[in-house]
């Protein structure tokens, strides 16, 4: 195992820019290592953080199908919603959270349509959890953001 993947993969970005780069028998095959370099670093990044981000999303859109739950009239999405709450994921694996956190995300596009209708009719309680809705899409595009110099 290598316990510290993202340091790795930088020092592997760092040897190409470095060793490879400079070697490259033309601007095509530089380039192309240049944009390996990039898609490396954009991997080290996920490497270093995927677990938290899945687990604290998780976490953060609970209260948010809680609050949504208490006031929707359909029970099918409010059975999804218990669903998607008592849903554990199987193992910290990378792809095990993903799973979980696929399901969750298409939850609340499901969940935050109906808000936004029911704040559309007037509920009160609606604008609350549509804005707890678009602060935590804030913080997914945030945490999900890449660190790259092009």
Same mark, same amino acid.
């Given at each position: 195992?290598?316990? !510290?993947?993202?340091e790795a993969i930088?020092?592997?970005?760092? !040897?190409?820019?470095?060793?490879?780069?400079?070697?490259?028998?033309?601007?095509?095959?530089?380039?192309?290592?240049?944009?390996?370099?990039?898609?490396?670093?954009?991997?080290?990044?996920?490497?270093?953080?995927?677990?938290?981000?899945?687990?604290?999303? &998780?976490?953060?859109?609970?209260?948010?199908?809680?609050?949504?739950?208490?006031?929707?009239?359909?029970e099918d999405l409010?059975?999804?919603?218990?669903?998607?709450?008592?849903?554990?994921?199987? /193992?910290?694996?990378? &792809?095990?959270?993903?799973?979980? /956190?696929?399901?969750?995300?298409?939850?609340?596009?499901?969940?935050?349509?109906?808000?936004?209708?029911?704040?559309?009719?007037?509920?009160?309680?609606?604008?609350?959890?549509? /804005?707890?809705?678009?602060?935590?899409?804030?913080? &997914?595009?945030? /945490?999900?953001?890449?660190?790259?110099?092009?």
């Amino acid at each position: 195992m290598i316990p !510290r993947g993202s340091e790795a993969i930088r020092h592997l970005v760092t !040897r190409i820019a470095q060793d490879l780069i400079p070697k490259a028998g033309d601007a095509y095959t530089a380039t192309d290592l240049g944009y390996f370099t990039v898609l490396m670093g954009m991997i080290a990044q996920d490497y270093d953080r995927a677990a938290e981000v899945f687990v604290a999303e &998780h976490a953060a859109l609970a209260p948010i199908f809680i609050a949504a739950a208490a006031h929707l009239d359909d029970e099918d999405l409010a059975a999804r919603i218990a669903a998607a709450l008592a849903l554990e994921a199987p /193992s910290l694996r990378v &792809h095990d959270l993903a799973d979980r /956190s696929d399901i969750t995300m298409r939850l609340l596009i499901d969940v935050h349509a109906e808000v936004e209708a029911a704040a559309a009719d007037g509920a009160e309680w609606a604008r609350g959890v549509d /804005s707890a809705i678009w602060r935590f899409l804030e913080t &997914h595009v945030t /945490s999900h953001a890449y660190d790259v110099a092009l």
